[in-house]
């Protein structure tokens, strides 16, 4: 199989180092390695040629971590996109400058494109990526890893078998950040649902008080009711628990608690005493284990090898974010109904922080 030449822009926490925050965790959704740099690294499918970011500190730590020569460090994206001219690129910046960073790397010859989540700091910029993505035929997925992540294959699978009946709600026990942590959930429940289009929204933030006219100073919390085109509707709520979801369908549902560590199954059961239907706990399927973000990697590298879509894509990344957007629009018009397409797209996520520095050693 071919081997394609890969880089990272963003070379930071989610870039190369998040795994110094993780180690010794054996959770289902977040084996090691859950860096860009590091799943480019040990994937027999890449090479991780070059890198770049702002910080020369940071691209040195990342260069001895990956063995990324100072040569192919690079201050300036653009230079290494022309000088290395990479088949993949990973965009792990903050989503303020990401959607600039990818449109470059989409008309500059970059073939696979993985980005981190949230898509863009805009809906505005999201068009421009999708536009900028299809005309140039790049492949590209989102950091949002659950869709990579074997035990929600299964969960999926499960729904899918009818054997515990149709869909009928899902729910988000904790949505959390819009731009941080729901970019996780929202494509979660989107990839259990089949990827079916949302229909409206209505949405609350705790807090509104970083919305200024079209710009948001801060990431807000928000939850909300989501209605799909299939009947399925979604719950997104700001309860306690993190990285809880549950699946409810006619005959069954799965409640699947952090992040997988367990599941709460219930399907149907023998009858009772009176040959009554009877829905009872069952054990839930296990699975192995696995990295998702080399996952990712090697679905870039799939889909460059066949032609065929990747199992994210630019449509899914921006039909998750567009989510966010519509409960910030349902909480600024009274808790109203937001349709989808959101109308405004220029509303834009613009905070004013000092970078976080990554954690160098566990």
Known sequence: MKTYRAAVIGCSRIGGFIDNEVVGYEGPSMQPPSSHGGGYYVSNRTQL?????????????????????????????????????????????????????????????VKAIYAEKALAASLEQADAMVDAIERNNVAFNMGANRRWAPHYDKVKEVINSGDIGPLTSLVIFNTSSLFNSASHTFDTVMYLNNDHQALWVQ??????????????HEDPQGEGIIQFDNDVRCYALLTGPRSDYQAICKDGSITIIRDGEEFYFRAPGLPDDRGNPTIVSQEFPSVQAVSTVVNIVEDLAHSLDSGEPTRGGIHIARASLELSFAIIESH????????????????????VRAPRQPRYQA
Request: glycine content about 6%.
């Open 203 to 216: 949405g609350h933030l705790p807090d509104d008080s970083m919305v200024d006219e079209n710009t948001l």
């Open 49 to 109: 040629v070059a890198c770049a970011d702002l910080r020369e500190d940071v691209m040195e730590k990342f260069g001895n971590r990956y063995d990324v020569p100072k040569e192919r460090q690079y201050t300036d994206y653009r230079e290494l996109i022309e000088k290395e001219q990479p088949d993949i690129v990973s965009v792990a910046t903050q989503p303020e400058h990401r959607a600039e960073i990818v449109i470059y790397a989409a008309e500059h010859g």
């Open 332 to 351: 600024l018009k009274g808790g109203a109904r937001v349709n989808l397409p959101v109308e405004r797209r220029n509303l834009t996520l613009n905070r």
